[in-house]
């Protein structure tokens, strides 16, 4: 049986063969890195099939996943070579774009990008994907297949990719989680208390909304009633340009995606 393969070990490439292994894929997962450390973890956490030889591992491969950094992907698809036989290969590469990838590789290589977030790991990812103009059905039912194993699909148009990539990031959660820790503590709370506190602001009340299917705008008005303790929280925090650096901070994102399109 013909295996997914990743070319790269890394944090990605763990969280998709975590979640993977959660899901009990039943597919062989192989593994290709330069760093045997990185590939000794996999198997050892995971069972990952490991591969020190490139073209070895390209060749075990049904579908093929670049998972490297997007500065390394120019040089590994010219260490990749010529691909001699119809491969399925999709990057997970920010920025970098179809028409490069299909130059790197050439006609036989059928391509898709994806863009899967870290909390694969727990059958709780989102992953994007975009795939070539003329791809067939089957192709495309068959990266939908391997990415829904570790959370729900997306499909976008790949003009949309960078601002769906700096907008969907966990670390959104991460970030806004550790701000409102950090400020509690400032005002007097205990460090266990504010991360529980924080959390449920954060982590439950958007689960509520999403199993509740209320309008957002409708959940604010119940959660911050005008007059009220959170309203006085929610309305100084507009009026600091709330709304305005988030905005900043997701263009500065597509700045450097579009970056990496040009190396």
């Known amino acids: 049986m013909k295996a997914t393969v990743f070319l790269g070990g890394g ?41 020190h030889d490139l073209h070895r591992a390209i060749e075990a491969a049904e579908v093929l996943i670049i998972a490297v950094r997007p500065d390394s992907v120019r040089e590994l698809l010219k260490e ?3 691909i001699r036989r119809p491969l399925t290969v999709v990057s997970l590469a920010a920025g970098v774009p179809l028409a490069r990838l299909h130059a790197g590789l050439g006609r036989p290589a059928r391509w898709a990008r994806a863009m899967p977030s870290p909390a694969s790991r727990s059958g709780r990812g989102l992953t994007a994907l975009t795939f070539s103009r003329g791809l067939s059905a089957g192709t495309r039912n068959h990266v939908r297949n391997l990415f829904s194993q570790v959370g729900p699909v997306l499909e976008i148009p790949e003009g949309q990719f960078d601002a769906f ?3 969907y990031s966990s670390s959104h959660g991460y970030h806004a989680l550790t701000a409102l820790v950090r400020a509690a503590e400032a005002i007097g709370l205990k460090a266990a208390s504010a991360r529980i506190a924080a959390a449920h602001a954060l982590a439950d009340g ?16 119940e959660a911050a009633t005008p007059g009220g303790i959170a309203a006085a929280v929610t309305n100084e925090l507009d009026r600091g340009g709330y709304q305005k650096i988030i905005e900043r901070g997701l263009r500065a994102g597509i700045k450097q995606a579009r970056k990496n399109a040009r190396r």
């Open 206 to 221: 958007i689960l509520g909304w999403r199993e509740g299917n209320l309008p957002l705008d409708r959940l604010l008005r």
């Open 165 to 167: 990539t700096v907008t």
């Open 80 to 82: 990749i070579g010529e």
């Open 11 to 51: 944090r990605i490439t763990s969280a998709l063969v975590a979640g993977l292994t959660l899901a009990k894929y039943k597919r062989p997962i192989v593994v290709y890195d330069r760093n045997p450390r990185k590939l000794q973890e996999l198997k050892r956490q995971y069972g990952a099939i490991v591969e």
